[in-house]
């Protein structure tokens, strides 16, 4: 892919919502699964969920019923709509388009800058 720009992250109240965005320029997602990954310093960069190229969805345990991930292959976008946000999902958002091997997802090197999410209490 080419570059990949997260935008849309901001500081939020405790069960209030925000959508981040992911854009590619240089590159289509039409046909591959985009995934969001999050990462805080001194915890590991945890998958967040994920959205195939059909449409089906995967999501964290952790985030299930509040998050949705969704795509606009025509503008080249994803979005993950986060709602009932607590302050655990604190985090630099990133997206990134992964691998898919026996029903699994795993990285490919290329990251945006991230944005930033803060979920205060």
């Known amino acids: 892919q080419g570059q990949l720009v997260e935008s849309g992250g901001g500081l939020v109240q405790a069960g209030g919502s925000l959508r981040v965005s992911c854009a590619a320029s240089?590159?289509?997602?039409?046909?591959?699964?985009i995934a969001w990954y999050r990462h805080t310093p001194g915890k590991q960069r945890a998958l967040v969920a994920v959205?195939?190229?059909?449409?089906?969805?995967t999501y964290a345990d952790s985030v299930k019923a509040r998050f949705t991930i969704s795509r606009d292959n025509a503008t080249n976008t994803v979005y993950l709509q986060m709602n009932s946000l607590k302050p655990e999902d604190t985090a630099v958002y990133y997206c990134?388009?992964?691998?898919?091997?026996?029903?699994?997802?795993?990285?490919?090197?290329?990251w945006g800058q991230g944005t930033h999410v803060t979920v205060s209490s």
């Open positions: 990134n388009v992964p691998y898919k091997f026996s029903g699994s997802y795993f990285p490919s090197g290329t």
């Open positions: 240089g590159s289509t997602f039409s046909f591959k699964p």
């Open positions: 959205i195939d190229a059909d449409g089906t969805t």
